[in-house]
């Protein structure tokens, strides 16, 4: 197996600390606010990395915190908790807002056939762990207190800006120009472990610690449910490309600075998900979220394929049009491997060797583009009999998890389902009332969307097409 390493900038061979055991961290969603697509393509890309590495043999734990609380509206240590300004802006309380849009977040999941992660913490849960790890911090000299809040002093890390190769210098004058500076730092770059109330009134999650009542840093939260879960050492670390700088690397510097050895081997990062006008967002344009690609009829595996197509560490742009070109192939593919007879001998010797082309394609750092073009040269491949390709997409499916031998599955959404069965109630009443036009303009306006109705005796039915 083969991955791109951003901590040595080069594709290495991977190799876990504890024979095949992969202990994997995954860095999960704050919670104010619906994922957008492009959040959903970092988890897919992990999602076929931790079913990829277990397809190879690897025993996977894979853990995902749940950020509710620390996270603020800038990366840096300034700003609302986002949170915070989540539960302000729907008049509910944080806890609530946690609630729904985890829920929410898994619901996406589900659509996608990411499987959700074995371990799933909420940063809330290990205040704890933070304040014994912070307490060391300060014990050993990394940390100290000032004005209330407890930094972490980068100057004691050992190369803090190995992950990020950056460049101190210019990263601080991004720091003079974007932010307000924090007198009670030692170093501008300095973050903040815990905050206490003196700064931030209006924080509703709060503790009591040794520094006073507060709340913890956003990074922290990671570096202390990794610990607790999987322990001193971690083989992979993975988000999207924009939390290299700070998230991970204030991570790095503390998880280290606690253990007082390196950390985690592997750091693996998504390239995002744009849209034509550059950076993906919550606030600005149309909110891609993946309930509004199911509203327009897409099934959300069409985006599945959509991602699986290009390389996770290449920049991808969103467009409908690309969408719907990958809608078409997906639904090709789908038919085509649907229509497979299943009831001929297997040849075991041809399934291996696709199988072992299969995972050469995933161990040359997840080319899952390759994979695909696998997939199809199995369905091209005039030596093999339909039996033999079912079972070896079949095979290849639990990675892809296309639902690529799944039949029937298509099934729409609690909210869509409702307004399908409203329309239908409206072109009844139109029909009734011989206003066949508008009753005909409804069907066609379902039609469009991928739903197809269904004129019987006993009533008017759909199916998804
Ligand atoms: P957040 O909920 O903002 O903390 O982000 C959740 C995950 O999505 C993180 O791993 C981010 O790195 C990742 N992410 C954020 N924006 C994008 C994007 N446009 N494309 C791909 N991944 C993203
Ligand atoms: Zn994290």
Known sequence: MKLYNTLSKKVEEFIPHDGNKVKMYTCGPTVYNFAHVGNLRTYIFEDVLEKGLEYLGYDVTRVMNITDVGHLTSDGDTGEDKMLKGAEREGKTVYEIADFYTKAFFEDFESLNIRKPAIVEKASDHIATYIKMIEKMLKDDYAYLSKGNVYFDISKAKD????????????????????EEDKAKRNPADFVLWFTLSKFEKQIMKWDSPWGVGYPGWHIECSGISYETLGEYLDIHCGGVDNIFPHHTNEIAQSEAFLGHKWCSYWCHGAHLNDKSGKMS???????????????????????????????????????????????????????????????????????????????????????????????????????????????????????????????????????????????????????????????????????????LIDKREGTTYELI
């Open 160 to 179: 803090y800006y190995k992950l990020s190769g950056k460049n101190p210098d210019e990263l601080l004058v991004g720091v003079r120009d974007t932010v």
């Open 282 to 452: 919550k606030s600005k344009g149309e909110f891609l979220t993946l309930s509004l690609l199911k509203e327009k009829g897409y099934d959300p595996l069409c985006y599945r394929y959509f991602c699986l197509n290009s390389h996770y560490r290449n920049g991808l742009e969103f467009s409908y049009e690309s969408l719907d070109i990958a809608k078409n192939a997906y639904n090709k593919l789908r038919n085509k491997v649907l229509s497979l007879n299943k009831t001929l001998e297997v040849d075991e010797k041809q399934k291996d060797e696709y199988i072992a082309k299969f995972k050469e394609a995933f161990s040359n750092d997840i080319n899952t583009s390759l994979m695909l073009t696998v997939t199809y040269d199995v369905l091209k491949d005039d030596e093999l009999n339909e039996t033999t390709k079912w079972e070896i997409i079949k095979d290849f499916d639990k990675v892809l998890s296309l639902d690529l031998v799944v039949d029937n599955k298509k099934t729409v959404s609690k909210g869509l389902e409702k307004e399908i069965l409203e329309k239908i109630e409206l072109r009844n009443e139109a029909k009734k009332d011989k206003d066949f036009a508008t009753a005909d303009k409804i069907r066609d306006e379902l039609l469009s969307k991928g739903i197809k």
